[in-house]
């Protein structure tokens, strides 16, 4: 595996979860864009204000620089809710491959109580799902339910991915 993967979606839908057990299928590293995040975002978040563009910049740029550090292969688990965000993130690493997980509301918010500790309260999914565009055709991508389980949906993407490639 040589292209980077942004497992992408609104919180709760189990990027990192899914993330992290696809780079181990993959063999490739995995990465939670959440800790590339500077404190201030981090606190911004954690006091239930959503992010402006402005703030999420600076974060884009570093996502983009550690898909696009040498390596074989890599899965960032990163929000990336946006085409304008993914675009900055293709600026740096233009193969990357992104998988949106979709995930129902109600889902969505029935997992968010159960991540204890997580900085991102539920109070802010409403503002991520107004924000949230789906991939356009012109983007290396796919999208893929998450809510039969961690196992279930990686495998349903590499089958997917090995599909497309």
């Known amino acids: 595996m040589t292209r980077p993967i942004v497992v992408m979606g609104v919180s709760g839908a189990g990027k990192s979860t899914v993330g992290s057990a696809l780079a181990a299928r993959l063999g490739a590293e ?9 404190p201030a975002n981090v606190q911004k978040m954690a006091s239930g204000n959503p992010l402006t563009d402005e703030d999420r910049w600076p974060w884009l740029k570093l996502v983009g620089a550690a898909l696009s550090a040498p390596t074989s292969g890599v899965v960032v688990a990163c929000s990336a809710l946006r ?12 193969s990357t491959t992104f998988v949106l997980l979709n995930v129902a509301t109600p889902v969505l918010q029935d997992r968010l109580p159960l991540r204890p500790g997580h900085f991102m309260p539920a109070s802010l999914l ?3 799902l107004e924000t949230l565009e789906p991939l356009e055709a ?6 893929v339910m998450s809510e ?3 196992e279930s ?8 991915l090995g599909a497309s490639a």
């Open 83 to 94: 085409r304008a965000y993914r675009d900055a993130i293709r600026a740096s690493a233009p």
């Open 138 to 143: 012109d983007e290396s991508g796919l999208a």
């Open 148 to 150: 039969e389980g961690i």
């Open 126 to 128: 409403t503002s991520q």
């Open 153 to 160: 949906t990686a495998e349903r993407i590499l089958l997917q």
């Open 30 to 38: 995995f990465l939670d864009a959440d800790s590339l995040h500077p």
